[in-house]
């Protein structure tokens, strides 16, 4: 699976929208960008994933740049139970089970 | 939030002894999985299953045994703990295999054996 780079920690403003990036310059064409977040002492929580196209829903949008080499998970009005560590995954997307591969994440901070 | 029930959440227990954890889903699904989570390693998968009595081996199997005798049960065993296992185990489930599914988790099991 390709490797993935977030920045470590992020703050953002309570009631502001939060973009967290994602670079995933090695992706393949089948790997889906997948994004999950952790509260403290509980469970990953998954968020959402793409392959191509920008995809939303009740909880956030992701968009995917054209080449896909990248990506921003838009959450549009952050609250302080948002405060999270957010993983970017890229998964291969055909073949048989496999795990999900969590890196270090971005700990995003909401500021009250 | 998917109905995902791991137990107990909580267990200190001596080296050497038996240990089992459950999961228990609401789903459905398929496919079920066995993951620890330790400081500056991640989520490493331990074992998955892919329907009634059918497992197989994650990236850190040594150790861990699994049984799925129900859809809705999947069950890991340490069979004589180690320190080393000492860890946070979380629990996952697919309703298939495909990597376009997400896996839903629970919200784990503390493990310390001293």
């Known amino acids: 699976d390709a490797k993935t780079t977030q920045p470590p920690s992020m703050d953002c403003a309570e009631g502001r929208a939060a973009n967290l990036p994602c670079n995933h310059s090695t992706i393949s064409g089948n790997e889906y960008v997948y994004w999950y977040r952790q509260i403290h002492s509980q469970g990953p929580q998954y968020i959402i994933h793409g392959l191509k196209n920008n995809e939303t829903n009740e909880m956030a949008s992701l968009i995917i740049t054209e080449d896909r080499k990248s990506s921003t998970l838009i959450l549009p009005h952050a609250t302080l139970r948002d405060t999270a560590v957010y993983y970017c995954?890229?998964?291969?997307?055909?073949?048989?089970?496999?795990?999900?591969?969590f890196g270090s994440g971005t700990q995003l901070t909401v500021l009250p | 939030d998917a109905g995902i029930t791991q137990s107990p959440r909580h267990k200190v227990t001596e080296t050497g002894t038996p240990v089992t954890l459950r999961c228990h889903q609401t789903?459905?699904?398929?496919?079920m999985y066995w993951y620890r989570q330790d400081p500056g390693h991640g989520l490493r998968l331990i074992h998955y299953s892919y329907g009634v009595k059918d497992t197989d081996k994650g990236e850190v199997s040594d150790g861990y045994s699994v049984s799925r005798s129900k859809t809705e049960d999947f069950l890991l065993t340490l069979e004589s703990a180690t320190s080393s296992q000492t860890s946070v185990y979380f629990c996952a489930i697919s309703d298939t295999g495909r990597s376009n599914q997400p896996q839903h988790f629970g919200d784990g099991t503390r493990l310390s054996i001293l």
């Open positions: 789903e459905n699904h398929r496919y």
């Open positions: 995954i890229v998964r291969v997307g055909s073949g048989s089970a496999r795990q999900l591969t």
